[in-house]
Structures are given as structure tokens and as C-alpha cells.
């Protein structure tokens, strides 16, 4: 979806033309047009699944604009902290529409017009109420992952034109969020793996939400409006083919071979190191948990892999406690297994297999290690 950095003049100006262009309602033309915009995806975190715009064309009243409900502002204060919260303001911004696709030839994606068949007052209805949102502070949303983004907000708007929940999703209701999440992250191995243990059962629920840009444009073409089709056949006005980036680092052999040394090498500090690591990111993953907005971060089952409790079986161990160590050891490769079997028709289970492997060789070795001998009675 797509991210908008806007620098303080260009801001102001689209603003200052924005109150002149619309400070009252402009009657359109029978030539009008509005359009729902669909943009390729990109190698950029930003873009990894696509975004969602609407056009609006009147040649008569010389306007052809694009509105866009995917921006935000860097300066904001405490940008990061308020990302990762999930209270960042989102707002709806509107460009040239010529400016619009320049931006994403430049950035070499594919853009997918489908004009809307509605009637003329409900196109002047929906005219009116993307100006009425432009120039109010209903402009600003907050960010929420599924529920509300750059496409949630455009079936919104759309919707409240058409009077009713016209534009609902078609197809793929019967698999999870997480499930159609997963192939937007093709050729960025590490952004795949990182989401698969960062989001929590939300993502596990079926996907019955329009949330993404494609599901959006596909569900459009199956959607009717008094017994007529609601969008025109999908019109190309930029076509790319999507490269896949190839990195010597960012793919799954690199991950392989970090956990092969890991259990190959044998060394305590080496499994330490590790075990470290993984309860760092438990933590990480608790505090988000309970500190941020974004319920895709809750309820994350992940913390039986990634367990915060590993950094006292790390204690321990350094600590040669043989008793201590021997029981925190076997208390997680019980939540390994828990783990494994909980996750085991996920569309993750795959990805983080290796991990579990890795996690339970490193396990075992431990409580083998430090568990007490069996006395022999000659």
C-alpha cells in the first residue's frame, strides 16, 4: 500500500489548490468519470501489495485528479513510536492525475483503471463527499493493518455513495488473512519470516475483509449494482512485469545455513547467543502485545517458539545450574511441541520449521547435559 512522503511545500500547495479548486460543491459534467485505481506492487516495504486510489475525470470542467487515502507525514512527532503503536494519522491527499503516473513510472508498476457505472447524481454524490472528507478533518484515519487502509477507505466511501455494503469481498473467504498474506512476500524472505512470527490469531482468522488493493480490483469484476455490473472491464494504463529481487543474503539459504552452524558448531555460548536472541524477540513480541493498536500484534502464539523465558534458561545456564537449567529446558521443548502441533496447518509452519528444529536440538542438548545421573547399583 502505498506511503506518501510529502515535503512542506509540495503539501501546502496541493492544500491551497484543494480549498480554491473545491471550497464549494462543482456541479460534474454528463462526461465524468470516476474511476478505481489499482497500482502493482513494489520491491519497497511500502509497496509490497500494491495500492488502491480513485480517479475522478471531467474533461468539460478540466479536472482529472487522483485521491489518495495512503499518506502520511514523517515529521510528525514520535513518528516511529506512533507507527508502532498504531495511533500514526493516515489522510487522504489529492494529485494531478499526470503527477499520479509519473510517480509510478518512475517506479516501473503496473496501474489498473475500472471506471464505476453508477448514475450521474451518485457520481456527483461521491464527488462531493471526497471533497467534503479533503477539506474536514474526517481527512485523517488511523492506520489499522486490516481493518483500515488505502483500500478499506476507498470501499468505504464508494459504499456510503452507493447507499448500502455494495461492494463486499469475492472469493478467498475461506482462507485466513495470514494464508493470503504469505505470497506478497515472494523474493523478500526475511520480511516473510519476520511477519509470520510478529502478527498473532487475527491474521488466522478466514479473510473475509476487503483489505488489500487486488482483492479489491478482483472483487469489483464480480460485483453488481441494480442488477448491472457495478465497474467497466479492467482498463491497463501502465503494465510491468514485477521483478523479483534476488539477494545473495535475503533468502532462505542464508537462514539455513546460520542454523546448521548454530547446531553443528556445539558450543554453549554459541547456543546461548541464540537462545538470547529468540527471548529478546519474545519480549519485543510481549511488550507490542499489550503496548500497541494494532491487533494483528495480540495474542501472538509465536512466544511458545520465541519465549521470553529463554533469557532465565540462559541465566541459569552461565550460571551452572544443573537443576534449573535440566527443568527450563524441558519446559520449553514441551512448548515447542505444544507449538509445533498448534501451528503444524498454518501457512507459516514451513517457514519457521527450521527454527523449531533448531530450538529442539539446542534443547535436548541442554537438559542432556545438565540432567542428574541416573545412580548404577552394582
Known amino acids: 500500500m502505498k506511503n506518501v512522503i510529502f515535503k512542506k511545500t509540495l503539501f501546502s500547495l496541493l492544500l491551497l489548490l484543494s480549498f480554491i479548486g473545491f471550497s464549494q460543491n462543482l456541479p460534474l ?17 511500502y509497496s509490497y501489495f500494491g495500492h488502491t486510489a480513485i480517479r475522478v475525470t471531467d474533461p468539460t470542467n478540466n479536472i482529472d485528479l487522483v485521491y489518495n487515502y495512503g499518506a502520511f507525514d514523517f515529521r ?35 496501474v489498473f483503471e475500472q471506471e464505476l457505472l453508477i448514475p450521474q447524481d451518485t457520481k456527483q454524490k461521491l464527488f462531493d463527499n471526497l471533497n467534503t472528507t479533503l477539506l474536514s478533518e474526517d481527512r485523517y484515519y488511523i492506520y489499522k493493518f486490516i481493518d483500515k487502509n488505502c483500500t478499506s477507505m476507498v470501499v468505504e466511501i464508494i459504499n456510503k455513495a452507493l447507499n448500502g455494503e455494495v461492494i463486499t469481498k469475492k472469493g478467498d473467504n475461506d482462507i485466513t488473512y495470514r494464508s493470503i498474506l504469505f505470497p506478497y512476500f515472494d523474493g523478500h524472505f526475511y520480511d516473510k519470516l519476520g511477519t509470520s512470527i510478529i502478527f498473532g490469531t487475527k491474521v488466522d482468522q478466514l479473510g473475509t475483509k476487503i483489505f488489500l488493493p487486488f482483492e479489491l480490483k478482483n472483487s469489483l469484476e464480480k460485483t453488481t449494482f441494480k442488477n448491472k455490473p457495478l465497474v467497466s472491464n479492467s482498463k491497463t494504463l501502465l503494465q510491468f512485469e514485477k521483478e523479483t529481487p534476488i539477494s545473495w543474503w535475503n533468502n532462505i539459504f542464508t537462514y539455513i545455513i546460520i542454523l546448521l552452524f548454530i547446531v553443528l558448531i556445539n558450543k554453549r555460548i554459541i547456543d546461548n547467543i541464540y537462545l538470547l536472541a529468540l527471548s529478546f524477540i519474545g519480549i519485543l513480541f510481549v511488550f507490542m502485545g499489550f503496548y500497541s493498536f494494532h491487533h494483528e500484534l495480540a495474542m501472538n502464539y509465536n512466544v ?9 534458561l540462559v541465566i541459569f545456564s552461565i550460571a551452572k545450574n544443573k537443576k534449573w537449567s535440566y527443568r527450563f529446558a524441558v519446559l520449553h521443548l514441551i512448548f515447542l511441541v505444544i507449538y509445533s502441533l498448534f501451528i503444524i496447518n498454518k501457512a507459516h509452519f514451513f517457514i519457521v520449521l ?16 545438565n540432567k542428574k545421573p541416573i545412580p548404577i547399583i552394582i
Open 354 to 369: 527450521p527454527m523449531i528444529i533448531t530450538s529442539g536440538v539446542i534443547l535436548v542438548r541442554i537438559a542432556i547435559q
Open 29 to 45: 459534467s454528463k462526461d465524468a468519470k470516476i474511476s478505481v485505481i489499482t497500482c502493482g506492487l513494489g520491491n519497497e516495504t
Open 304 to 312: 511458545l517458539l520465541l519465549s521470553p523465558l529463554l533469557l532465565i
Open 76 to 110: 510528525t512527532p514520535n513518528f516511529v513510536m506512533k507507527f508502532a503503536k498504531g495511533d500514526l494519522q493516515y489522510f487522504v491527499v489529492v494529485h494531478p492525475f499526470v503527477d499520479f503516473m509519473n510517480e509510478y513510472t518512475y517506479e516501473k508498476r503496473s
